[in-house]
């Protein structure tokens, strides 16, 4: 090879390394509803968490306690935020129509509120819910952003698949 075939693939190389560069920090992240880098890299893949068991908080909730099938639905929520409750209402009335889904309700509050709302919205013990309370900040911590509702939908195979801030239509997801 001459040196002019050499510099033209280096130039190609380095053209795509950019191009890569650029797809993969910049787009993606947008795609997914992120737009720091540092969290979207930190959550593109389902962080490893601790949360717990709102009947005893004592009791560790992990990621090994999901569903492996199902496309997982994180929201995290407070039930004093009225964009929270009106979102987990919508879902009280449709969670049976998500089959394939998982719907894992994360709150940092007592116990006792979080349990007594869900009752209140016929959302408590539903199969395809569960719920944890974050300690210590620990949603935060793994998942790098406290508006609420926040929501995360994560594919079964672990890679996230979207990430809303705010209130979302629920009906929405039967498009994804």
Do not use: W
């Amino acid at each position: 090879m001459n040196r002019t075939m050499i510099k033209k693939l280096l130039l190609a190389g380095i053209s795509m390394l950019f191009v890569s560069y650029i797809l993969y920090f910049l787009i993606f992240p947008v795609y997914f509803g992120v737009s720091d880098i540092r969290t979207y890299l930190r959550i593109r893949k389902m962080p490893e968490f601790t949360f717990y068991q709102p009947e005893n908080d004592t009791i560790a909730f992990l990621p090994s306690d999901l569903s492996l099938n199902k496309q997982i639905v994180i929201i995290f929520f407070n039930t004093n935020c009225e964009y929270c409750r009106q979102e987990l209402e919508q879902l009280s009335f449709t969670a049976e129509e998500y089959g394939n889904m998982e719907f894992l309700l994360v709150a940092e509050q007592k116990p006792r509120a979080i349990i007594g709302y869900l009752q209140e919205i016929s959302l408590y013990g539903r199969s395809n819910v569960q719920v944890a309370i974050s300690k210590n900040l620990e949603f935060i911590k793994k998942f790098g952003h406290k508006p609420i509702p926040s929501t995360y939908i994560y594919m079964p195979n672990g890679h996230l698949r979207k990430r809303i801030i705010g209130a979302y239509p629920l009906h929405l997801l039967k498009e994804l």
